[in-house]
Nanobody, 124 residues
Framework: QVQLVESGGGLVQAGGSLRLACAAS????????MGWFRQAPDKKREIVAA????????HYADSVKGRFTISRDNAKNTVYLQMNSLKSEDTAVYYC?????????????????WGQGTQVTVSS
């Protein structure tokens, strides 16, 4: 059974940083793309960043480019999201997701396992 467990969320002031981690188990981690999504109150869930199985290619939403960095450590079965220069509009529940193939996409339907989510709150 595939499990994804996020950690690292919390409350931070605008301009601050947080690092999210997602530990995966139950499937060959390096063979699957991973993604970070977020959902703010009264908004649809949206992709934040994604990374290929080996970590050699990445994708970012325009709203976080230059501020967030996705990375993965396949030896530890963990994917990370480093979030810098946080803004109040980054406040959301952040989810990690495991893709159904090596290559990432920005479509939720191509991610077949999801974590429980971790709250990130940015105070202005």
């Amino acid at each position: 059974q595939v499990q994804l467990v996020e950690s690292g969320g919390g409350l931070v002031q605008a301009g601050g940083s947080l690092r999210l981690a997602c530990a995966a188990s139950g499937r060959t981690f390096s063979s699957k793309a991973m993604g970070w999504f977020r959902q703010a109150p009264d908004k649809k869930r949206e992709i934040v960043a994604a990374i290929s199985g080996s970590g050699d290619t990445t994708h970012y939403a325009d709203s976080v480019k230059g501020r967030f960095t996705i990375s993965r450590d396949n030896a530890k079965n963990t994917v990370y999201l480093q979030m810098n220069s946080l803004k109040s509009e980054d406040t959301a529940v952040y989810y990690c997701a495991s893709g159904n193939s090596y290559f990432y996409t920005d479509k939720e339907s191509t991610y077949d396992y999801w974590g429980q989510g971790t709250q990130v709150t940015v105070s202005s």
